[in-house]
């Protein structure tokens, strides 16, 4: 592992934090002009799920002793919660920041106690979960942008979370963070075919919201032609890990027909 | 901004009502046998999933069953009983294809690998536990005590869904109150209800490690500290979706 060059946590962190902002509030001030720039949000969405799933490993390499999809959960419950309050306050455009600086501190709590009450001894958790708790809003902001078009409370609900669409971001997007690790973990894992994975299936959810959107033709388009791109240059990039990262990779051919078997 | 004093004011007990389905739900969790990836081998006595999978699987059928009865029977005793009830059955119908599966697909025995005599049918335990194994199949014992786990953890959801619901129909000063029929406050309170789950079921995980066979397993004794977690988690929890519920009633329900 230490061959590879790998990117410092606070790097990561900036990067989801400001970049996920920058994208909410790109897709928050420019819709208002033409509805296809809401696919920025989207584009902050990916962003935080590269940072949650690089908290997720952190973390989780410590061994958390349920699973690693377990604090994805967590994150996305943390997130969902958050996101519904901050933007309940009506706020207006600070509706956004409120909600993320809520999940940190819903996550902090969680962290605190899961640390003084519950016993746990991993040294970053509390860390860990107020950031994977902010990542989980962004991702849960920057996909309910897409789907509902702005950031109003009302429209939220009535588009996001009375559709169910809601449950798929909160599905898909925990998978951006969670598979990541739970599908690379061993002492084989390395940290950049990991976030390449997670930019992969955040393509994926991309896709998804962008089929999703109720902003009109322009932006179901142009969501999901970025979305597939994002796939696309994650899944290439993974591989291309994969095939640097394993012994060997060899080519077995097709399964033997009956006639060779016999 | 709307007026937060007037939103928690009227609804202390609510709060109060969140925070103990919180804690039944933590509570929960330590009753329902779960093996994680040995299980799914049939090398560990659950069933083979994660915690939070067949916790929330469970807590989430207890919202639907609540749910649907709501819209028609809003007496507290009916909306509870019919998510406990919801939850308990879902766990049981898991459990019990799980079981077939165990038993006429992978070929083992239902068999606890922590207790000599299965506590309820007092049946030997420890000759039937295949060598390198951690028992398998999902003993009566750990049947039982799933069921009561799905029974509490569907009261649990049930009261958070309950209590949610009464903050989104109350008459609040100068606002017209909502209907337990709309479809946008259903859907608020059910996605609050499943992320405050979540949540409440990720924390007595971590408290078991991961596996647990239900009652009569060692681990259970560390219940009270999940559920003093769970307790001081929900708090805040609370607030929060107490606030984004009631404001609901505040932009006139959409």
């Given at each position: 592992m230490s061959e590879h060059k790998m990117i410092p946590p606070n790097t990561l962190a900036a990067f989801g934090i400001v970049g996920g902002l920058v994208g909410i509030y790109l897709a928050y001030f420019l819709s208002p002009m033409?509805?296809?720039?809401?696919?920025f949000g989207a584009l902050g969405a990916v962003c935080a799920s590269i940072w949650g799933a690089d908290v997720v490993r952190r973390v989780a390499s410590y061994g958390l002793g349920t699973g690693v999809p377990s604090i994805g959960m967590l994150a996305l419950g943390m997130g969902i919660i958050a996101v519904l309050f901050g933007l309940s306050l009506s706020l207006g455009p600070a509706g956004p920041l409120v909600a993320f600086i809520i999940s940190c501190v819903i996550g902090a709590i969680i962290g605190i106690i899961s640390v003084?009450?519950?016993?746990?001894?991993?040294?970053?958790m509390v860390r860990s979960t107020t950031e994977i708790a902010g990542a989980g809003a962004i991702l849960i902001l920057g996909f309910s942008i897409v789907i509902a078009g702005s950031l109003d409370y009302g429209a939220v609900v009535k588009e996001v979370i009375t559709t169910g669409f809601i449950m798929m971001i909160y599905i898909a997007g925990g998978m951006a963070m969670l598979h990541p690790h739970n599908s690379n973990l061993g002492p084989d894992e390395t940290q950049d075919r990991l976030l390449s994975l997670s930019a992969e299936k955040a393509g994926i959810a991309m896709v998804l919201t962008g089929l999703c959107s109720v902003a009109g033709m322009g932006t179901i388009a142009v969501t999901m032609l970025i979305g597939v791109f994002i796939w696309y240059v994650g899944f290439n990039k993974y591989y291309g890990f994969v095939k640097r990262d394993a012994y060997k990779v060899v080519d077995i051919g097709m399964l033997p027909t009956e006639e060779e078997m016999a | 901004m709307i007026d937060l004093v007037g939103l928690i004011a009227p609804n202390i007990l609510w709060i109060l009502a969140i925070v103990i389905g919180g804690t039944l739900i933590s509570i929960s969790v330590h009753f329902i046998p779960v093996g994680g990836a040995p299980a799914a081998m049939a090398q560990a006595t659950g069933i083979g999933t994660g915690t939070v999978m067949l916790a929330a699987g469970a807590g989430i059928a207890g919202i639907i069953a609540a749910g649907s009865v709501m819209d028609l029977n809003q007496d507290i005793g009916v909306v509870l009983g019919a998510a406990a009830v919801g939850a308990a059955v879902m766990l049981a119908a898991t459990m019990i294809v799980a079981t077939w599966i165990y038993a006429?697909?992978?070929?083992?025995m239902p068999v606890?690998?922590?207790?000599?005599?299965?506590?309820?049918?007092k049946y030997r335990q420890d000759l039937y536990v295949s060598k390198g194994t951690e028992g398998h199949g999902i003993p009566t014992v750990a049947y039982v005590s799933s069921t009561i786990g799905g029974l509490l953890g569907g009261l649990g959801a049930g009261l958070a869904y309950y209590a949610l619901m009464k903050v989104g129909t109350y008459a609040y000063a100068g606002v017209i109150p909502l209907e337990v029929h709309n479809l946008n406050l259903v859907g608020v309170v059910a996605t609050f209800t499943i992320g405050f789950f979540f949540i409440n079921s990720v924390i007595p995980s971590y408290n078991i490690v991961g596996t647990i066979e239900g009652f009569h397993d060692p681990k259970f004794k560390r219940w009270p500290k999940a559920a003093v977690a769970s307790f001081l988690a929900s708090i805040p929890l609370g607030i929060v979706a107490v606030i984004a519920v009631g404001a609901l009633a505040f932009v006139g329900g959409l």
């Open positions: 033409n509805p296809i720039f809401l696919f003084k009450v519950v016993g746990m001894t991993i040294p970053i | 006429y697909g992978v070929g083992v606890s690998a922590k207790v000599k005599y299965d506590p309820i049918t």
